[in-house]
């Protein structure tokens, strides 16, 4: 696989104990209508840094075409939406030009769902929230995960956790073994990390909403303990959608539809080889489909470390499809410090390059997780990648 520095970070949001900021994470971007580029992310409080930690939604502002990144503020609080914890954003333009702001809200630590609110001024003031996920449940959408189908539907790929308390389990004897299949959390909750792919969709630009008639499981669950996490999805004709989500087994899994993303074919091995870390692609204005995901499986031939959280995500690479899908260029790492973990990237197409929003914490951060950095790539610097 080569190697080589494409493009240059132009911005980074690193964790602070000073201010007590122990994580900022997963983020996306979108134009607005006065030419700059809003990039909004998650910016954990206080002392822990963890998923169920306090976290509000924050933004920076790019006015020079992605160079560079300033003027900070906080979108949302976590206070003002009476939850435990607001994150995992995704950023698209309405139909009448608002912004849309969906963000996963958890209430307790059983129940996660996703919202959405429109802001007609930029972000400075937001609209009512509207639920995106009427079931009840326990929902994870990754970050730059919303997307707009040809239809003009909007879909939510999202992945379905069982949770309850641990005095839940069906019986004693069993209740050991549901236990021991599950991440045990504080205060006696559990969550089941075997979660299954679920969509929603809004056909009236996002005044109400519905869950698909289909779902995707994870066949042969006694050799997988993630089920299909962290999905995403990429429209390849109108209509038909490729799906995709992590899991444990050394792959990515992959799964379509071809109605919309109402019902889905079963899930398989992709030829995305990975640990359990998720695969971002987007779609450019020219109709290439763009990758960038961690490739090489955490136990094949590298330690893990110790004493922060990595889970193998590196290197971080990208690779480009010109013919829908069918084939993609060899794979360019951009990222590669073995000692780093890179993930959850947003991808952001501009007139003279790309810009991918990812975490990238090390040891200095304590955990992968910690650290957001902002890269732009310009397109000649591309062009070698798409000549692979």
Not at 43 to 52: I, Y
Not at 216 to 239: F, I, K, W
Not at 242 to 265: H, I, V
Not at 360 to 376: V, W, Y
């Amino acid at each position: 696989m080569e190697r080589k520095e494409l493009g240059t970070i132009v911005a980074e949001f690193a964790p602070s104990k000073e201010n007590k900021n122990p994580r900022n994470s997963e983020g996306a971007f979108l134009r607005l209508d006065d030419n700059t580029i809003l990039f909004a992310y998650s910016r954990f409080k206080g002392h822990g840094c963890e998923d169920w930690g306090p976290s509000d939604l924050c933004a920076a502002v790019s006015r020079d075409g992605g160079r560079s990144f300033g003027e900070e503020r906080t979108l949302l609080r976590c206070e003002d939406e009476k939850a435990v914890n607001i994150m995992s954003l995704s950023l698209l333009e309405m139909k009448n030009g608002d912004i849309g702001l969906f963000y996963l809200v958890r209430h307790t630590r059983t129940k996660v769902q996703m919202f959405l609110r429109r802001s007609g001024n930029g972000g400075k003031t937001w609209g009512d929230r509207v639920l995106c996920t009427p079931q009840e449940g326990f929902f994870v959408v990754n970050n730059d995960r919303v997307t707009r189908l040809q239809s003009g539907r909007i879909l939510i790929p999202a992945a379905r956790h069982q949770t309850g308390r641990l005095d839940d389990a069906p019986n004693c004897e069993e209740g050991e073994e549901w236990v021991a299949d599950r991440e045990s959390k504080p205060d006696g909750y559990f969550m089941d990390a075997r979660s299954e792919a679920v969509f929603f969709y809004s056909d009236d630009d996002g005044y109400t909403w519905q869950a698909a008639e289909g779902k995707c499981c994870m066949p042969y669950l006694r050799n997988c303990t993630s089920g299909l996490q962290e999905p995403g999805v990429v429209e390849l004709a109108p209509g038909v959608l490729w799906g995709f989500a992590r899991t444990d087994l050394g792959r990515q899994y992959e799964m379509y539809s071809m109605d919309n993303g109402n019902t889905w074919t079963g899930a398989g091995p992709s030829r995305f080889s990975a640990p359990n870390s998720p695969l971002s692609m987007k779609r450019d204005r020219k109709g290439d489909i763009w990758a960038v995901w961690n490739p090489i499986p955490e136990y094949n031939g590298r330690e893990t470390r110790k004493d922060i959280f990595t889970g193998g995500r590196t290197p971080y690479v990208i690779a480009v499809s010109s013919d829908n899908g069918k084939t993609f260029t060899k794979a360019m790492a951009f990222e590669t410090k073995e000692d780093h973990g890179y993930c959850y990237c947003s991808i952001f197409f501009l007139e003279d390059g790309v810009l991918l929003g990812y975490n990238s914490g090390g040891p200095e951060d304590g955990s992968c997780l910690a650290k957001l950095s902002i890269r732009k790539i310009l397109w000649e610097e591309l062009e070698e990648l798409r000549k692979r």
